[in-house]
């Protein structure tokens, strides 16, 4: 039985918040709606698009969720053609993969960004091909959902038992309870360490070099 560390995307292995924002900024503007403040718009990363409209603007009706879903995702690749996406690792993640790898861990992504801006992401980060099974929200309900962590699981001949979920959010550190897998939270994300722990996080890790400990010690070392 494989052992299998799923990680979240945005926040946890990217810095991308800064993008994102400039993409919620064009969808808002679109529409004439004030703009949520940058500690909103983050508290909702991690979700997919329509459940994190939803999140921003809950009186409005679902259709308009959706819509807005839309027009994000056209201004964030209006801002990746200009050559305005930054998306950089964190520092220490690279030097965190390799250690996973080299204790034997199989390494997944479980996110919400789509299929194309994950692989994007990943691709020019020169991360890409490291990954074994990649979960995003063109095929899976949105997080905290557990269909994602039960897909890689099933992918990499891993099972809850032996698998860890690295997140930066409450949506991360619920889809692994759900699915009966372990949370590490990333607490150099979006999220706060307290809310990452009432999520069920069994730890939390200040930078990225801190999960290769508390994965040792907490599971599976």
Partial sequence: ???????????????????????LAIAFAEHGLELPRPEAARKVVGLSLPEAMAELLPDAPAEEHRVLAEDYKRGFWKLRAAGE???PLFDGVIELLDGLERDGWVLAVATGKSDRGLKHCLEQNGIHARFVSLQ?????????HPSMVEQAIAETDASPRTSIVVGDTTF?????????????GAGWGYHDSEELLDAGAIAVAHRPLDVLDLIREHAYG
């Fill in 1 to 23: 039985m494989n052992r299998l560390a799923i990680f979240d995307c945005d926040g946890t292995l990217v810095d991308s918040g800064a993008t994102i924002y400039r993409a």
């Fill in 85 to 87: 996406v930054e998306e």
């Fill in 136 to 144: 995003t929200a063109d095929r899976h309900p949105s997080k905290p």
């Fill in 172 to 184: 991360d550190m619920a889809m692994a309870v759900n699915a009966g897998a372990r949370g590490i």
